[in-house]
């Protein structure tokens, strides 16, 4: 009984042995495995435009944006991309005119991938394109008043376009006593992530707008501005330069006072400490005077928080569905010193009209993909207030500078 137990035994164990280096050698064989992305890029505007010789690249997403594959369709806008990690969550990027177009890569089991990604031609015209929500919530902390804009646009043209425009794809007024530059993000139609974007002011003064295309379907764009509010009084300004429909508007703390005409309190919550206002319809080119006072501010330490942490929570109610309570939501400003990549594009003239215009908007593409990590190093002291005005001053000019050159083209 002993020797066939031992048998047995030997046996099971031989058994577990032959699964688990099978098991191994599966896990090995997966994590060595790479991924084949076929693809095309379409003209979403015009099928019978071809885009041929489109800027494409492949973005691993974990850990952050880092780029592993670029190449360019090929005349009848097709492509094919070899040894990607099937591990990773990844997109093909395709740049085409002055926009960026993505979608996400899913392999299957045999580590193939088809995507289909879609452009479009632009437009400058407003023709379909409108504001469909727009919340503001007003937040004293310490002596000062926070506001943030939750705007969410909607490009419905027939047939698709993407909206820019060298003036400003999307414009907000200069608040008067702004404390510091206003700080902007965007998350694109069909996308989770918001991005961070430059935010640039007029030649007169009176505006703050992004280049950011907007392209077909939903655009949110948020923006960040801090105001004084020293003697518990204020009075703000601001032009719409859109129809709204309507408008909700937070504030907080709750007994903080708002007035202005053609607004109404519609609740409060004492549990968030808020109060909830309704507007509109704001006609495009409303100037209105709003009027703030009292309140028990928060303490500065309840509203910030730690640089790398977005600092949002949501309210209960139909502000906090799309607006956010706010802290420092955003790194401050932005710097511009990739100044030398538009001289650089002398050094090699392309002997094309369509080359220059495609080197062009790449240095436009980088300029503004690189804000991000300048922002950083504005923010840790690698820049001292002065230099980052100068080269923020200097930024202003090239992007206007390329943004006519574009126009012209």
């Given at each position: 009984?002993?020797?066939?137990?031992?048998?047995v035994?030997g046996?099971n164990?031989?058994r577990?042995?032959?699964?688990?280096?099978?098991?191994?050698?599966s896990s090995?064989?997966?994590?060595?495995?790479?991924?084949?992305v076929?693809g095309?890029?379409?003209?979403?505007?015009?099928p019978s435009?071809?885009?041929?010789g489109?800027?494409?690249?492949?973005v691993?997403?974990?850990?952050?944006?880092?780029?592993?594959?670029s190449?360019?369709?090929?005349?009848?806008?097709?492509?094919?991309?070899?040894?990607?990690?099937v591990?990773?969550?990844?997109?093909?990027?395709?740049?085409?005119?002055?926009?960026?177009?993505?979608?996400?890569?899913?392999f299957d089991?045999?580590?193939?991938?088809?995507?289909?990604?879609?452009v479009?031609?632009?437009t400058?015209?407003m023709d379909?394109?409108?504001?469909e929500?727009?919340?503001?919530?007003?937040?004293?902390a310490?002596?000062?008043?926070?506001?943030?804009?939750?705007?969410?646009?909607h490009?419905?043209?027939?047939?698709?376009k993407?909206?820019?425009d060298?003036d400003?794809?999307?414009r907000?007024s200069?608040t008067?006593?702004?404390?510091?530059?206003?700080?902007?993000r965007i998350?694109?139609?069909?996308?989770s992530?918001?991005?961070m974007q430059s935010?640039?002011?007029?030649?007169?003064?009176?505006?703050?707008y992004s280049l950011?295309?907007?392209?077909?379907?939903?655009?949110?764009?948020?923006?960040?501005q801090?105001?004084p509010?020293?003697?518990?009084?204020?009075?703000?300004?601001?032009?719409?330069?859109?129809?709204?429909?309507?408008?909700?508007?937070?504030?907080?703390?709750?007994?903080?006072?708002?007035?202005?005409?053609?607004?109404t309190?519609?609740?409060?919550?004492?549990?968030e400490?808020?109060?909830?206002?309704?507007?509109?319809?704001?006609?495009?080119g409303?100037?209105?005077?709003?009027f703030?006072?009292?309140g028990?501010p928060?303490?500065v330490?309840?509203?910030s928080?730690p640089?790398?942490?977005?600092?949002?929570r949501?309210l209960?109610?139909?502000v906090?569905r799309?607006?956010?309570?706010?802290?420092?939501l955003?790194?401050?400003?932005?710097i511009?010193v990739?100044?030398?990549?538009?001289?650089?594009?002398?050094?090699?003239?392309p002997?094309?009209?369509?080359l220059?215009?495609?080197?062009i908007?790449?240095?436009?593409?980088?300029?503004l993909?690189?804000?991000?990590?300048l922002?950083?190093?504005?923010?840790?002291?690698?820049?001292?207030?002065?230099e980052y005005?100068?080269?923020?001053?200097?930024?202003?000019?090239?992007l206007r500078?390329?943004?006519?050159?574009?126009?012209?083209?």
């Amino acid at each position: 009984m002993k020797s066939v137990s031992g048998k047995v035994k030997g046996k099971n164990y031989c058994r577990s042995s032959l699964i688990l280096l099978c098991l191994l050698i599966s896990s090995s064989a997966s994590a060595q495995q790479t991924g084949i992305v076929e693809g095309r890029v379409v003209n979403g505007t015009d099928p019978s435009i071809v885009a041929g010789g489109v800027p494409l690249e492949v973005v691993a997403l974990s850990g952050g944006m880092s780029i592993i594959r670029s190449a360019a369709a090929d005349s009848r806008g097709g492509f094919r991309f070899e040894g990607l990690p099937v591990d990773q969550m990844l997109i093909v990027r395709a740049i085409y005119k002055d926009a960026n177009y993505h979608t996400q890569v899913v392999f299957d089991r045999t580590g193939r991938a088809y995507v289909e990604i879609k452009v479009f031609e632009e437009t400058n015209s407003m023709d379909g394109i409108g504001v469909e929500e727009y919340q503001m919530v007003f937040q004293a902390a310490g002596n000062q008043l926070q506001i943030l804009d939750t705007i969410l646009i909607h490009n419905v043209t027939v047939p698709e376009k993407t909206f820019m425009d060298p003036d400003g794809n999307f414009r907000f007024s200069k608040t008067p006593e702004i404390l510091s530059l206003p700080q902007m993000r965007i998350t694109a139609p069909g996308s989770s992530m918001p991005v961070m974007q430059s935010v640039l002011e007029s030649p007169d003064g009176q505006y703050y707008y992004s280049l950011y295309p907007l392209r077909p379907g939903k655009t949110k764009v948020e923006a960040f501005q801090l105001l004084p509010y020293e003697n518990r009084d204020y009075t703000y300004f601001k032009k719409f330069y859109y129809r709204i429909p309507s408008i909700e508007i937070g504030v907080i703390p709750m007994d903080m006072e708002l007035s202005g005409v053609g607004l109404t309190k519609i609740r409060t919550d004492p549990d968030e400490n808020v109060a909830v206002y309704r507007g509109g319809p704001i006609e495009a080119g409303t100037e209105v005077k709003w009027f703030f006072s009292g309140g028990t501010p928060l303490a500065v330490q309840e509203a910030s928080v730690p640089e790398t942490e977005p600092g949002i929570r949501p309210l209960p109610n139909a502000v906090g569905r799309n607006a956010l309570i706010i802290g420092p939501l955003f790194l401050i400003g932005f710097i511009l010193v990739l100044w030398y990549a538009y001289n650089r594009s002398d050094e090699n003239v392309p002997v094309t009209q369509d080359l220059q215009k495609r080197q062009i908007r790449k240095h436009r593409n980088e300029l503004l993909d690189n804000l991000a990590d300048l922002d950083h190093r504005y923010e840790a002291h690698l820049l001292d207030k002065k230099e980052y005005l100068r080269q923020r001053e200097k930024g202003k000019g090239l992007l206007r500078r390329i943004a006519l050159l574009l126009k012209n083209d």
